[in-house]
């Protein structure tokens, strides 16, 4: 059974009504980057930092709140797969885990998880978090941070990403800008025998590194395209 990688970026989220962080100024709701989303802002301005993710973190909550066609698309997948599967993605949501994925990786972190800054520990966290919780690991206070990598610091998992991209026979990008990177440099990775699909509402600054492009809905789109490819592997098992 071939392999599938997949890597999915804000669009499949938005069509859910998660906001997207970056605006076309380069700005997080209204934040500068440098303020919010690096290790010297937290230091600076820790309460900015603490409330600007409690905010996010409130926002999963919301009832009306859920997965779309496209993350239970990608969970149906994997649940029936029979090769390797592994789903990277860059969104900080909960909604690929909602949808039922389990072999997932969050690539840069989890809004609904904290950190300790000092013994790394990594524990669920739901509600709002400031200075003045402790780490159960430690004890000490004022360490926990939001479990979201910054710029500046290192994506997660990159080991076990860069191995299964190796390895890859499919690759499919789903609503991402293709301006992030390491994420960005994901398809250049694969192996040259590797179909290469990307769906998007609009070309993007990788479009030309993909052998497929599908323009529209990833919530349209994805349910199809899953669809197709579970048709044709079956197909050839049965040749």
């Avoid at 600007?52 to 973190?57: A, E, I, M, P, S």
């Avoid at 239970?72 to 029936?80: K, V």
């Avoid at 690929?96 to 690539?107: D, E, F, M, T």
Wanted: aromatic letters at 8%; one cysteine or more.
């Amino acid at each position: 059974m071939p392999n599938i990688v997949v890597l999915t970026g804000a669009g499949i989220s938005a069509e859910s009504g998660i906001r997207t962080f970056r605006d076309g100024g380069g700005l997080w709701e209204n934040h500068r980057i440098e303020d919010v989303a690096t290790p010297e802002g937290f230091h600076r301005n820790p309460r900015l930092v603490y409330e600007f993710y409690n905010q996010r973190r409130r926002q999963l909550k919301d009832p009306n709140l859920k997965p779309n066609a496209a993350h239970l698309a990608l969970a149906e997948l994997e649940a029936r797969w029979t090769g390797e599967f592994l789903l990277v993605t860059q969104n900080v949501d909960d909604l690929h885990q909602r949808a039922g994925s389990k072999k997932l990786i969050s690539l840069h972190g989890e809004l609904r998880k904290a950190r300790c800054t000092g013994c790394h520990q990594v524990v669920e966290w739901d509600g709002d978090l400031d200075e003045s919780h402790d780490c159960a690991q430690c004890g000490y206070l004022g360490q926990l941070r939001p479990h979201i990598v910054w710029f500046g610091e290192m994506p997660l998992s990159m080991g076990r990403i860069g191995m299964a991209l190796e390895n890859a026979d499919y690759f499919l990008a789903v609503g991402t800008s293709g301006q992030v990177y390491p994420a960005a440099g994901f398809v250049a990775s694969v192996p040259e025998h590797c179909k290469k699909t990307e769906i998007n509402l609009n070309p993007t600054d990788i479009s030309n590194a993909f052998d497929e492009h599908l323009t529209g809905p990833a919530s349209e789109q994805l349910p199809r395209w899953a669809k197709a490819l579970l048709e044709t592997i079956t197909k050839i098992k049965t040749d």
